[in-house]
T-cell receptor
Framework: ELKVEQNPLFLSMQEGKNYTIYCNYSTTSDRLYWYRQDPGKSLESLFVLLSNGAVKQEGRLMASLDTKARLSTLHITAAVHDLSATYFCAVDQAGNTPLVFGKGTRLSVIA | NAGVTQTPKFRVLKTGQSMTLLCAQDMNHEYMYWYRQDPGMGLRLIHYSVGEGTTAKGEVPDGYNVSRLKKQNFLLGLESAAPSQTSVYFC????????????FGQGTRLTVV
């Protein structure tokens, strides 16, 4: 059974600092997705990582995938208040399998 | 382009009542999903469909039924609502094969009293 774990679950960061969110998963997969959710809103796709070593960047966020370690990271560079949100990673496997989500990391960026 | 649309956005039910949540997508996607989101639990899959006329159980299917009579619609039914079904429900869809992200509706906030 595929399980996805994120840590930390809560993160309070100062503006301007760097930090990393980790996403571990339990079974072989080379497909991982990152989403953002603002309070009371829906989920918005951030990154799709489809191979070992994949790296994608958008603004102050950079995501990477290590399929051998079954680990993805979401790195935040020089955090700003607008990045405050909950970030989810999700994994699926080959075939018709649905996305399995982690519990999310609630990020709060403070001045 | 509306994407994924859920109806209704909010609902309050009494214990034992029934209701149907509607999810409609206009992207010609094959796969559709129903998730529920509870504090501290992330998103948990209720049921999903890989094509018109097909449905499958997810992680937490008890107390729910689904139907996919038309490709663009995926209905989630609660036959006899219970307070434990108080949650935010999200519908999602994606193209068909894997390797693509899912697109989410705006959510339905359901309270069962």
């Amino acid at each position: 059974e595929l399980k996805v774990e994120q840590n930390p679950l809560f993160l309070s960061m100062q503006e301007g600092k760097n930090y990393t969110i980790y996403c571990n998963y339990s079974t072989t997969s080379d497909r991982l997705y990152w989403y953002r959710q603002d309070p009371g809103k829906s989920l918005e796709s951030l990154f799709v990582l489809l191979s070992n070593g994949a790296v994608k960047q958008e603004g102050r966020l950079m995501a990477s995938l290590d399929t051998k370690a079954r680990l993805s990271t979401l790195h935040i560079t020089a955090a700003v208040h607008d990045l405050s949100a909950t970030y989810f990673c999700a994994v699926d496997q080959a075939g018709n399998t649905p996305l399995v989500f982690g519990k999310g990391t609630r990020l709060s960026v403070i001045a | 382009n509306a994407g994924v649309t859920q109806t209704p956005k909010f609902r309050v039910l009494k214990t034992g009542q029934s209701m149907t949540l509607l999810c409609a997508q206009d992207m010609n996607h094959e796969y559709m999903y129903w998730y529920r989101q509870d504090p501290g639990m992330g998103l948990r899959l209720i049921h999903y469909s890989v094509g018109e006329g097909t449905t499958a159980k997810g992680e937490v299917p008890d107390g729910y039924n689904v139907s996919r009579l038309k490709k663009q619609n995926f209905l989630l039914g609660l036959e006899s609502a219970a307070p434990s079904q108080t949650s935010v429900y999200f519908c999602a869809s994606r193209i068909g094969t894997g390797n693509t992200e899912a697109f989410f509706g705006q959510g339905t906030r359901l309270t069962v009293v």
